[in-house]
């Protein structure tokens, strides 16, 4: 059964402030996205991977990556993403070809995910689950609440038992259908879903979750560039 990695990156990194596209923004002196397209490509089950790039940098991002040594067992296609992240991931499907059975979805923005978490979530889906997601514990209590005004205080609804949550990472895994299914059935409203597997589950497949680890955090606020420069310094020591 052959994987494939679709990476999303078209994104502007928004939160990040301002600057280059997010996936393109230097990490210990690499582009993120080459750190993430890497991590992929470190797993040895993993023989395409297909980046989405900003929709205007296609070629852009080819040049980049052609100037960046992979192992020689793994293919890469860059395509144009859209204006969500859902659209983004849709359009890396769609260049996927038919003999791939499992399809890895994993943020540009998560360059620092280590091999074996990646190789976790392809056995999970290769022993049958049809959507695997690598998930951690909260730190933090959780609050639902009754979003407002900004500077006005926002009422709490509810507390939920935070023993029961997962805060989820990429990549997330799928049998190639479902998440081909999941795509083809919910509409893009709004922002988009920002995560495969619940599209997934609106489908009433069973999504699991595997062991998720700490350095597969999503780089989002200039703190999470700063964490990022010391997990990559700790690991160059
Ligand atoms: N993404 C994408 N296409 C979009 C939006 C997001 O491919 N239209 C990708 C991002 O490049 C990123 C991943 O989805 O790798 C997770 O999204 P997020 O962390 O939100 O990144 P950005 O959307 O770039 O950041 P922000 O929301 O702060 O603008
Ligand atoms: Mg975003």
Wanted: hydrophobic share 45%.
């Amino acid at each position: 059964s052959r994987t494939a990695a679709v990476i999303p990156a078209a994104g502007r990194g928004v939160r990040l402030g301002p600057g280059a596209p997010k996936a393109l923004r230097a990490l210990g002196g690499t582009p993120m996205l080459i750190h993430a397209v890497r991590a992929m490509a470190a797993s040895r089950a993993v023989s395409l991977v297909v980046v989405v790039a900003p929709p205007d940098g296609a070629s852009e991002v080819k040049n980049l990556i052609d100037g960046h040594a992979l192992p020689e067992r793994t293919d890469y296609v860059v395509v144009p993403g859209g204006a969500t992240r859902q659209e983004s991931v849709k359009l890396g499907l769609d260049a996927v070809p038919d003999d791939i059975s499992v399809v890895l979805v994993h943020d540009a923005a998560r360059p620092l995910v280590p091999v074996d978490t990646v190789d976790a979530v392809i056995e999970a889906v290769r022993d049958g689950a049809p959507a695997v997601v690598p998930a951690l514990p909260l730190a933090d209590t959780v609050k639902e609440v009754e979003p407002g005004e900004p500077g006005v205080p926002e009422p709490v609804l509810s507390t939920p038992v935070r023993a029961r949550l997962r805060a989820v990472q990429t990549p997330q895994g799928f049998d190639r259908e479902t998440l081909v299914r999941a795509h083809g059935s919910v509409a893009v409203d709004g922002e988009g879903a920002t995560d495969d597997a619940g599209m997934v589950e609106r489908l009433g497949s069973t999504v699991v979750v595997v062991p998720g680890h700490e350095e597969a955090f999503k780089v989002t606020r200039p703190l999470d560039l700063v964490l990022a420069e010391a997990v990559l310094a700790r690991r160059r020591a």
